[in-house]
Every structure is written in C-alpha cells, then in structure tokens.
C-alpha cells in the first residue's frame, strides 16, 4: 500500500493539477493524506471536488509550520510506502512505478526533478544540476542538503524511525533524508519525475534558497547532528 502524504495551506490555484496527477498513478488501495493548516481559500473545495474515497483530510496543526503539518500527515499514513507531495508540483506519469522500482533496493529514494515557472514552462531541466545535489550522506549532512520532500518515497521503517520530530530540525524533508542515510538506505535516482513549480509564494528553501547565515546554517547542521545522535541512542535503549 502507498501512502501519499500532502501538506496544504492556501494551495486552491495548484493543487487540483497536483492532485489528478498523483491519483491517476494510484491504485484502489492506495491513500492520500492531505494535512490543511487552516486554509482560507477554496483549497478544501478543490479537494473534495474529486470525491474520491482515497482521499483523507485531516486537520492541520495551525502552527504556521510547513514541517509539523508535515509531521501531521505523515502520523495519519497506513502505507508501507509513503510518498511526499507539495501542493503545487505536477508528478510525471512514470514517478510512482520508477520511485517504487528503486525501493526495491533502497529505503528511500530521491529523483530529479524539473524546474519550471508557475505556468509549468520548463526554467531548469534538472534541479540535481541547478543545486549541485549529489549522492553522500556526509555531504548532505555537512556540505549540502539534497533531500528535496517532493522528490522523496520511503519504507514505512523509515517513517517509524522519523516520528516524532525533533524540536531542532530545520525541515521535514531533511530531517527523513537524513535519518533514512544514517540508518538505513539512500538512492539518488537520475529520473526526472516531478515538474518543481517555482512561484512567489513557494515555500520550500529549494524553491527561493534558505536565505540562513553561515553561523545559522552551522547550528542547524549541529542541531541535525545532535539528534541523529539521540535517535541511536533511543533505539539501543
């Protein structure tokens, strides 16, 4: 079974788009959680527009937290395959089955994707080029984050390992990646498999960079480390 885990917050323009190409890849059994943090819009309207029974929605956390309300879907999931989704992307028809091919050896996989405008016009046509993302769990952990959440499935292990959240943790996304590279394992695939809309009110740091510090970027870094840490030692205990 998978699990698609959607985070929305005022999404009505893009989700729609987002959520025929993730249905249209899914079997009967299959799930979609979409956590809303309180939307103003029609987001809501537009999901219930499909009126389709694979369809969840919960009740977000209302902490203005792109990650806990992460956090909040990911808790609802039942698959033993959980996908992430951003509200405004667009899946290529292919990245379910090529995203579980590779599970197949890995426990979480992270593809390419496609950089575009917000009317999908092709910008960049790999974000692994545009952000220098490469295979390594130092050089994720230290150098540079390449855990991109809408580019990411992983085994429900990896999941269970995951939650709950650490306080510290700068994004949900890097905070999996992570874990899954620590713990378990991590493939970078060459696939291309989402259309990454790139728009002024994005809020994922991939979408208009994190805008941290060096020193701010350090602690985080540290933070990451710290935890990582204390997840082996709870585990062992």
């Given at each position: 079974m998978i699990t698609v885990c959607i985070a929305t917050y005022n999404g009505e323009k893009y989700i729609g788009e987002q959520l025929a190409s993730i249905l249209s890849q899914l079997s009967s059994d299959d799930e979609v959680i979409v956590s809303d943090d309180g939307s103003t819009d029609n987001t809501l309207g537009v999901v219930r527009g499909f009126a389709d029974n694979r369809i969840r929605i919960v009740d977000g956390p209302h902490r203005n937290s792109p990650t806990l309300n992460f956090e909040n879907s990911l808790r609802y999931a039942k698959g033993d395959f959980i996908f992430l989704a951003d509200q405004d992307d667009v899946w290529m028809k292919e990245k379910v089955k090529v995203c579980m091919k590779a599970l197949e050896k890995s426990d979480c996989v992270v593809s390419d994707a496609v950089v575009t405008d917000e009317k999908l016009n092709v910008m960049n046509t790999s974000m692994y080029n545009m952000l220098n993302v490469r295979q390594g769990r130092l050089y994720n952990l230290l150098c540079h984050n390449g855990y991109s959440g809408c580019c990411m499935a992983f085994k429900r292990k990896v999941l269970e390992r995951a939650l709950p959240f650490p306080n510290e943790i700068p994004m949900h996304d890097i905070w999996i990646g992570n874990v899954a590279a620590f713990y378990y394992s991590v493939a970078f695939i060459r696939h291309q498999l989402v259309k990454f809309r790139r728009h002024d009110n994005?809020?994922?740091?991939?979408?208009?960079?994190?805008?941290?510090?060096?020193?701010?970027?350090?602690?985080?870094?540290?933070?990451?480390?710290?935890?990582?840490?204390?997840?082996?030692?709870?585990?062992?205990?």
């Open positions: 994005v809020v994922s740091y991939n979408g208009k960079g994190s805008g941290y510090s060096i020193g701010r970027r350090f602690l985080i870094r540290l933070n990451t480390i710290k935890s990582l840490l204390r997840l082996a030692v709870r585990h062992v205990s």
